[in-house]
């Protein structure tokens, strides 16, 4: 059993062993803060004693001394959202399963990270993993969940290693599997690796998949706070989401909420891939103007590189002119703009990449990774594909474009999931902002002028 | 708190239930929702995305088979973003269908060819040369079924069908995004995957693409040879479905008709599984007989329902010695026409061809078994679908509905009103009982009705007192209640001497190769009550109920079987079986 005194013990065991180690300086842009990524590149992920020794289960313990209604009033003061790409309020998830009445409640930490250019998700669990274990501690109590599943993708096998050295320890430490701190809350955590499919990134279709059936999305409502998995009231949480709940619950949600844009506090880490002299990943906070995250903190165009566009969040997102850089991050600051923040990853385009192919590649994604189960995204994704191969080759009509636009709404309209429903995204953004790049592609454009 | 919640429609103020769907609220209130994948009591999982609604405050269309009502709700089925939604929808399943309506056998009931009339859906996305198509798969190595990825539309229906009436999971859709296909858990090959042929997918399916493996050529091509004798022989539950075809009333009778168009088809002679119903009655009967006075296995069970022969030898292979040897009364036929009627006749057996009209896929593969034949000559040569039997009769202009009434005279004809009812869940135990109580008690009945065995409870149970014994009899139908009555019988609680078992719920008369109607009309008529009640109807106004008493039988004894059960019975009218609980297994 794990008591304070024993990690009090650790703490001052570990401090003393690892000398001056934490004191060390990170290399950081002025720009950045750390507090998610707080221990990266900080601690040994490996060691279960040096997250202790950086006060880590201490908002466990916190926790474990709170009322149920008051850690889910902490989390709903925090303001913080969702960070998978959705933006739903975490608090208010949590009130939703905490007041579902049933005998078994679950957890699930959703690490299914998948989009192409996104690997913010990977960078705290290789870094971190003990932050999430007690994130996802600190979200079973709140709502009287006791068991965990950590749902983790297959291609990242490192995180699998880091994961489970972490789970072991935390057994070891009687964190997991005993009762925790005095009280008779117990937790497991148990982690399942995904089979390589991109929509059991989506909630349902996750929960699908941990009950070993087919990756599909089920129709909502009810949603998995009522009915999840094995039809119990299940809280999904993505990876980044929970890792700062710890923190949150330790220094207060006040805390938490004056970080960053009011309407999603905090930081948001966001990954910056493509054309920029320092591509990588960096935790900032949110309302900051993406034309700052480009050249303050990626450092600018490569060299010999044109802007643009920067596209949000790959094969479901959408494109940002020069124009438009002075637009602040933030879910809804940015849906305003028909951008969807998503998890937060940014592809800088320069003036050779070619915006037709780009959306067919990204179509050709969405077309790999559909489930199957609904006619618009089924075969929908399918014909815009095609559609757009066969405008990049030159061989494009007007018409073509008029059907193209006309199935993107329509899979926007009707289709089943989220996959479906934002598979259209990067064609429409490239069409109201590039509309010229696919008609210059048309077949015999612009002769006879 | 009230039960029901206002809502509006296309601005009509509504009231409806708690828990009800948008579209069943519409349907109540005359609303036409299009829908494809939605099968009432079956399929509801909302993923064709044809009966989309727009809902006042949400983000996008919802399938109104799944979304629930709610105070104050406003719903709208017919704006512009719904309808340009339906219409995409089934322009993109259009692209991929392969368009074969005139050689289609769902041509007059295709659910889709009239979704795209009603909605005047051009096919442009197909036009385009450049747009690939899916690969076309068809899977027609089976003896039942054939399933043909190119019509599917994969709206799961087929899938949830056999979930709900087998509980097999026989079909699943296999692959993701635009490679899923519908194949049996064995992609290559439904014989082997545990499959029982009820044929309930094919009727599920809204299009052709699962279908009867083909019987019209074979019997087309022996109707063109001079050399071949060619017998026609209808189950009992043919001539109460067949007039569906026609647009008659469900649970018409056109007995007389079906003959005269076997006539006009060019059939040389009518022959009636009735007539071998009443002599399986006979067999079986007999046998039943001989267990009782000399300690054979109990319970006996009846053997005519192929689809339950195909479960027990498939999932309960401890239990076939309490199959009756007995053939099913089609092969028995089959057997008899080729060996004793043809003979009669100076005909061949070799020059003779056999044909059946069945409610059934399962009599597909049970005409294939190796053991299904006598003196090296196959008991029956093909067998053709109720629906089959349609398709000839429209392929060959023939109008049915000015036929005249035949009574063919042929002495394997004729048959008594216990054969009638063989086509209803509980027929053959009443059928059988008939016989069984008089001969046990040596005198005749005037009473013949028995009561207790009818209806469509899906597991009936009796006790009779017969010549001082206590019989228990049992009467179970469908595939699910087979599953529960094996549980019954393992429990050990009671003891039963004779239980009946149909494949399909309802009997025959709801068997898989029966006619296909479109789900409204399936609807509103319960189609098992209607077409039993024509069988019983029957049965009522014959002058003979009781098969001992068919004098075209008993002359076959005289003349040919010397007695039930005799030598020669046995080696024309008795089958053994099989154990293959391998299928099981490969599940």
Known sequence: MITLAKLMKIKEKTLNEVGDKFNKNIELNSLEIRDKLRNAGVINPLSIEEYIARDGYLGALKASQMKQTDIIQEMKKSGLRGRGGAGFPTGLKWQFAHDANADQKYIIMNADEGIPGDYMDRIIMESDPHSVIEGMLIAGMAIGATKGFIYLRIEYPKCKVVLEKAIKDAYELGILGSPLFNTDFKFDIELRIGAGAYICGEETALIESIEGMKGQPRNKPPFPVTEGLYGKPTVVNNVETLCIVPQIIQKGGHWYHKIGNPETPGTKIHTISGKVKRPGYYELPTGMPIKTILEQVAGGMANGSDFKAVLFSGPSGGFLKKDELFRRTGFDTLAKNGVQMGAGGLIVLDESNDIVSLCRSFMKFNMKESCGRCTPCREGTVRIYELLKKIESGMGTDKDLIQLEDLSYYMINSAFCGLGQSAPNPVLSGLDKFRNEFQNKLYNFGEGK | ?587
């Not at chain 2, 809502?7 to 009800?20: S, V």
């Not at chain 2, 405050?57 to 105070?71: A, I, M, R």
């Not at chain 2, 040389?268 to 046998?287: F, R």
């Not at chain 2, 139908?477 to 009946?500: D, P, W």
Request: with cysteine; glycine share 8%.
């Open chain 2, 1 to 587: 708190m009230s039960d029901f919640v206002k809502m509006t429609i296309n601005d009509i103020e509504l009231k409806a239930r708690k828990g009800q769907t948008v579209l069943e609220v519409a349907e109540e209130n005359g609303i036409y929702i299009p829908r494809l994948c939605y099968l009432k009591g079956i399929n509801n999982e909302g993923d064709c995305r044809v009966c989309v609604v727009d809902v006042d405050g949400q983000n996008g269309l919802k399938s109104s088979c799944k979304l629930e009502v709610y105070e104050g709700m406003k719903v709208n089925t017919g704006n512009e973003k719904v309808k340009s939604s339906v219409k995409n929808s089934l322009e993109l399943l259009a692209a991929n269908h392969s368009f074969e309506c005139w050689a289609c056998s769902r041509e007059h009931n295709c659910e889709f060819l009239r979704l795209l009339r009603k909605n005047n859906v051009q096919n442009p996305l197909a036009e385009k040369q450049e747009h690939g198509r899916k690969e076309r798969v068809i899977r027609d190595s089976s003896v039942s079924l054939v399933l043909d990825s190119g019509k599917c539309l994969l709206c799961g229906r087929c899938v949830s069908a056999c979930h709900t009436y087998t509980g097999l999971d026989i079909l699943s859709i296999n692959k993701r995004g635009s490679d899923s296909i519908v194949e049996s858990i064995d992609p290559i090959s439904i014989d082997n995957s545990g499959c029982v042929y009820c044929g309930k997918c094919i009727q599920a399916c809204p299009v052709g693409a699962l279908t009867e493996k083909d019987g019209i050529m074979k019997v087309q091509e022996a109707l063109n040879d001079p050399k071949k004798f060619v017998v026609i022989q209808p189950a009992p539950s043919v001539r109460v479905a067949l007039a569906e075809e026609f647009g008659y009333p469900v649970g018409t009778n056109v007995e007389g008709k079906m003959y005269r168009a076997f006539d006009e088809l060019g059939f040389d002679d009518i022959g009636d599984v009735n007539w071998s119903a009443d002599l399986t009655i006979i067999e079986e009967g007999y046998e039943f007989i001989d267990r009782l006075q000399n300690g054979g296995v109990f319970p006996m069970f009846t053997s005519c329902s192929p689809g339950w022969i195909r479960y027990i030898e498939g999932y309960e292979a401890e239990y076939l010695p309490s199959l009756s040897s007995a053939k099913s009364p089609h092969m028995m036929q089959g057997a008899m026409t080729k060996q004793y009627y043809a003979p009669k006749m100076n005909i061949k057996p070799e020059d003779v061809f056999v044909v059946s009209v069945m409610p059934c896929i399962a009599k597909k593969f049970e005409i294939e078994r190796p053991e299904m034949q006598s003196h090296g000559h196959r008991d029956v040569d093909a067998v053709i679908t109720t629906r089959e039997l349609a398709r000839m009769i429209k392929y060959n202009e023939i109008n049915f509905r000015d036929l005249e009434e035949l009574k063919p005279k042929g002495q394997l004809s004729q048959f008594t009103g216990a054969a009638n009812i063989f086509g209803a869940t509980g027929g053959v135990m009443e059928a059988a009982l008939r016989t069984v109580v008089e001969v046990l008690e040596g005198k005749s009945f005037d009473e013949v009705e028995y009561k207790m065995v009818r209806g469509t409870e899906e597991i009936k149970e009796a006790t009779l007192n017969v010549h001082g014994i206590d019989v228990n009899v049992a009467v179970v139908h469908g595939v699910r209640a087979i599953k529960e009555f094996f549980e019954i019988l393992k429990s050990g609680e009671k003891q039963y001497h004779f239980v009946e078992f149909m494949g399909c719920i309802g009997g025959c008369v709801n068997g898989g190769g029966q006619p296909i109607t479109l789900p409204e009309t399936y609807e509103k008529n319960d189609f098992i009550e209607l077409r039993s009640k024509a069988l019983y109807d029957e049965d009522k106004d014959m002058a003979l109920r009781k098969s001992h008493k068919n004098r075209a039988v008993m002359v076959t004894y005289e003349e040919f079987l010397e007695k039930p059960n005799s030598h020669r019975a046995h080696e024309m009218l008795h089958t053994h079986y099989k154990n293959r609980e391998y299928l099981k297994e490969s599940k």
